[in-house]
């Protein structure tokens, strides 16, 4: 019970920064609902597979060796980036969608069952945009993903929403202050 009611906390936290992005929006600017799964690659340099809403490569550029904590539960952050497209037609391809890298800080939130990284009970992750290039620049929005053990290892989901300015906006956007996050890692 309770690590389902810390888990919505988490998520429900995220949801209301989320929020916070959206309503910041520059004028012109479209939001775009985003889910999908996040898949292993090479876990040990951290490169992982987007599908859904973000079709492309993942790969973390920071993890903080020390954890913020690590007890009652892990707690981390570092930095990502998103290299690929927002698939507005899903239909699993990039051709013709907005393209680019996404820049991400991350939090991580876990809880094991013991010191051993294989013993992953929960995991969630909060992971704003910090800044972005190609069809991205000047992107806004934020993402959360929850991991699940399973039989194979851990399956990766993630929710959230990338708002893009409108084409020609100049300028950059204005975004809410919000705490910075991320999910996939164990350490």
């Known amino acids: 019970m309770l690590r ?14 989320a ?11 479209k939001t775009h609902a985003v889910k999908g799964t996040q898949t292993v690659v090479n876990e040990e340099d951290g490169i992982y597979k987007m599908r859904g809403g ?16 690590d007890s009652p539960y892990f707690h981390a952050e570092g930095t990502e980036l998103f290299k690929g497209c927002l ?7 990039c051709k013709r969608d907005p393209s680019g890298t996404l820049s991400f800080t991350f939090e991580y939130w876990a809880l094991f069952a013991s010191p051993d990284p294989e013993s992953l009970v929960w995991g969630a992750c909060w992971h704003p945009i910090v800044e972005g290039t190609g069809d991205f620049a000047g992107a806004q929005g934020v993402l959360v993903m929850a991991d699940t053990p399973t039989r194979g290892g851990v399956k990766t989901k993630y929710i959230g929403n990338v708002t893009l ?3 020609g906006a100049q300028g950059t956007a204005q975004t809410a202050s919000a705490s910075r996050s991320s999910c996939g890692a164990t350490g």
């Open 54 to 69: 973000l079709v492309g490569k993942w790969t973390f550029t920071s993890f903080e060796e020390a954890p913020i904590a």
């Open 4 to 17: 389902m009611k810390t888990s919505r906390g988490v998520i429900s936290v995220a949801a209301c920064a």
């Open 19 to 29: 929020l916070a992005l959206v309503v910041a929006a520059p004028v012109g600017a």
């Open 165 to 167: 300015r409108a084409k």
């Open 87 to 93: 698939d507005r037609a899903r239909d699993r391809s």
